[in-house]
């Protein structure tokens, strides 16, 4: 009786094998498969260069970075004198080495023109920034 339950179940784990077997052949044909169809695809496009990474990346946007701050009063001031330009600002707030401070942001922008102009504004006010990409 022992013998014919050991037998079952070294039959059992052989099929269990073989249909695992089967299945990740089936998976790897279907890669294949999607591949070479990619590869068809691609050879179809008359511009080649429409998957480069500089098309695909091709809206960048710029946000200015007016400084990271621990005491709220210069947030208040900085906030106050963006605001009287006509700019917003966007807060973020972090943890910097056991500290509350927050990081005030203007932007995004998608247009260089459009950040040109509110760099000029802030180098006429005399307020320090760093652009970001």
Known sequence: MLKRIVIL??????????????????????ILKSNKTIEYLYKLLPNKNILKDENINSKIEYFIQLGVFAKQYEVDRIRAKTSLLGLNTNLKNYMLNGKLTTKIIIGPFNNKKLLDKACKLLKDNSIDYIIIN
């Open 9 to 30: 179940i070294i039959f059992i784990f052989f099929i269990f094998i073989f249909f695992l077997y089967q299945a990740n052949e089936l998976n790897s044909s279907i």
